[in-house]
């Protein structure tokens, strides 16, 4: 079903519809499972080998496809329209410390910086795990050790995009869990 416009008509006063769509399935999906499939890789890394490197090969198959969709899927979806410098990020940040951050129809400053940041560590270490599936290196230790603390990086960085969450659904009275799950989410004031 189509999405309803953002000014609507009743009985001759402009209303807005109570949701838009932001997250086109794509971004829902793949985001979702990365959610799954890390959370597995982690538990699987030292026991479940073989479906340790199943999951490592879905990850890198998702961010490829999710690289090519950051610069051809939709307005949301493209690195373009939410990735911004350093400033910008720093700005947003400081202005949410001080409970006054902009709410964003699409990724915020600091969402978007994350995302980066999530991206880039989870391509280091699916190409480190790769990389040691292969034997490119042979059995190089620092190649293991690497992968290891690259996963790490992964959840701490999960972590605190977690807490992000739930800091910009308590500052803009809004459940971004719930958006990542409907793609939808209020219109801008």
Known sequence: ?????????????????????????????????????????????????????????AIAALL??????????????????FVRGPRTVAAYLADTVRLRARRHLGHNPAGAAMIVALILALVAATGSGIAMEAGWFGKAHWLEEAHEGLATLVL??????????????????????????????????
Not at 64 to 81: I, K, M
Not at 171 to 184: F, P, S, V, Y
């Open 64 to 81: 490829a496809l999710r690289l090519v969709w950051g610069f051809v899927g939709p307005r949301h979806a493209r690195f373009a329209s």
């Open 1 to 57: 079903m189509p999405d309803a416009p953002v000014h609507m008509t009743e009985a001759g006063r402009a209303m807005r519809p109570a949701e838009v769509s932001v997250w086109d399935p794509f971004v829902r999906v793949f985001h979702w499972s990365i959610v799954i499939l890390v959370a597995a890789a982690w538990i699987t890394g030292d026991n479940l080998e073989s479906l340790h490197v199943a999951g490592g090969y």
């Open 156 to 189: 701490v960085l999960a972590g605190i995009h977690v807490a992000g969450v739930v800091a910009a659904s308590l500052l803009h009275r809004e459940n971004l869990i719930r958006a990542m799950l409907t793609g939808k989410k209020r219109p801008e004031a």
